[in-house]
């Protein structure tokens, strides 16, 4: 039996947070999912599996309206609610089904004190393990602006109000990173590789999918925001995030991603 259960759609770099933690740390993930576009023919459930006919027409109160990143109806049983209050993916649970985690920064937690050998990423030292969750806090601040963007280019309600808004929060996130980084110690937090870098990671690739969209910012006249250029104004920032995305641990996950990510941007940059 895995350590931790995950529901999710898949790619997802939220849940990157978690199996990067878990290859370092030993820890077995049982990650059931399937594209985004398909879990809406998914029950939302401990036992997460595509919906049957038996499902759609003996479980009709199953069927709830969908709120973020989903449009639409799914299907989530009354026991994913208890655990899930707020009904999101991606969805962590215990091995028996008994514990609900939610929201990607807690479910890497989870990770992380699961650990089995391998790195502290969530130091035992509780001033440190405090610092580690306020690059956890930030990271979610990101985050909530960065699928806002995301989401207005998904469904291209994208504008240049909200543009502006997430280039203020990349600005906001990259400076503080830039400066967390001047120490020298080569990591976020003290000189070893914690959550607050694995998480630094996964959010920046989740931001990088701006590039899937770069006809809809053309078509806007609105630049893209997190480009090559970049590494000019937070050399730091990027050489860590590059040099994390290549280590052995988080390739499995990412290099694919950014390879298509890279393709993109080229394409925008001939186009
Ligand atoms: N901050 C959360 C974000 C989770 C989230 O917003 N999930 C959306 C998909 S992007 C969801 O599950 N929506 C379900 C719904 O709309 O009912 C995390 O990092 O886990």
Known sequence: MADLRIFSYMPNPRIWKATIAARLCGVSLDLRGARPGELADWLWDFDARPLTEADRSGKAGMARQSRTGFSGQLYKTDEFLAAHPFGTVPAAFSPDGGTGIFESNSIARAVARLRRHGPELYSIDPYKAARIDSFLDVSLVFARDGQNYLLALNTGAI??????????????????????????????????????DIVFTAELCSFAREAAHHERLAAQALPMIFHDGVAASYPRAMAHFKDLCARPAFAPDIAPFMEKIEARRQQAATD
């Open 159 to 196: 504008n240049d109000i909200i543009h502006g808004q997430a280039a203020k929060a990349f600005e906001i996130y990259l400076d503080g990173m830039e400066a967390a980084l001047v120490s020298g110690h080569g990591y976020l937090v003290g000189d070893e590789l914690t959550l607050a």
